[in-house]
């Protein structure tokens, strides 16, 4: 893991649990099934500012739909609340 990569954060959304995937950028970049977190704000932010404290740059990726919307307006709002220093690239889409 390179602190100055990016990771794309694939993440499989239900009404009860997510899957969380992270693949590093680049060719040589691993690729790992982080498991599964409950569908709760703390779990979601806890998820972001980890992941956040890693790489660089995050790159999420889920589901549209009723589960995905609401997903996607909580970690655009755990965006906000990470320290100055974890906030320099999140893209959400």
Same mark, same amino acid.
């Given at each position: 893991m390179n602190h100055d990569s #990016?990771?794309?954060v694939g993440i499989d959304t239900s009404k009860l649990r997510n899957a969380v995937a992270v693949? /590093? /950028?680049g060719r040589g970049g691993d690729v790992r099934y982080l #498991? /599964? !977190?409950d569908t709760t704000e703390a779990a979601t932010r806890k998820l972001v500012t980890k992941l956040a404290a890693k790489y660089r740059r995050l790159t999420f990726c889920y589901e549209? #739909? %009723?589960t995905g919307y609401g997903l996607y307006? +909580? !970690? =655009?709002t755990a965006s906000w =609340? +990470? %320290?100055r220093s974890?906030? =320099?690239d999140l893209a959400i889409g």
């Open positions: #990016g990771a794309f693949a /590093e /950028e #498991g /599964e !977190i549209a #739909g %009723p307006r +909580l !970690i =655009r =609340r +990470l %320290p974890s906030r =320099r």
